[in-house]
């Protein structure tokens, strides 16, 4: 009786409804991976529904989205660097994303990305490299 509220990381629906049925209280946040190639809009839609916030952690893939062609057309097309298109790609499609970096100046590259909006043929590009691809790991294994 002590918990007013919970975050998760790394559920999946089946895991929710399982939570939901153990536990009276719905989290208030899920980390999940989220990238262009990890986009698990049907996840992202459950929690929306239920008010839970989807947060979005390795927004670069771990640097594999860094050197896809159509992340760098659009760092071209935009004056940014594919870590901005990629951190910009998520926020824009209503994610709360998490980019990591040890580095100074990779952090606040990664804060320049409030200046700008990416057109909306632009995000459909990147949503559609969607390939169910783990760069962390698959939670639907447990």
């Keep these: 009786g002590m918990c007013r509220s919970i975050g998760v990381s790394n559920f999946l629906i089946s895991h929710l409804e399982q939570l939901k049925e153990d536990c009276v209280i719905t989290p208030h946040v899920n980390q999940v991976e989220y990238h262009p190639f990890q986009r698990p809009q049907e996840l992202v839609d459950y929690c929306r529904s239920r008010n839970i916030v989807f947060e979005g952690y390795c ?37 709360v994303t998490i980019p990591k970096s040890t580095k100074a100046e990779r952090i606040q590259e990664n804060c320049k990305v409030f200046d700008f909006t990416m057109a909306e043929e632009d ?20």
């Design 59 to 95: 927004p670069l893939a771990k640097g594999e989205a860094l050197a896809h062609p159509s992340v760098i057309q659009l760092a071209k097309k935009y004056g940014r660097t594919p870590a901005q298109i990629c951190i910009r790609w998520s926020i824009q499609n209503g994610i």
């Design 123 to 142: 995000v459909e590009i990147l949503n559609g490299m969607h390939d169910g691809r783990h760069v962390s790991w698959d939670p639907s294994l447990i």
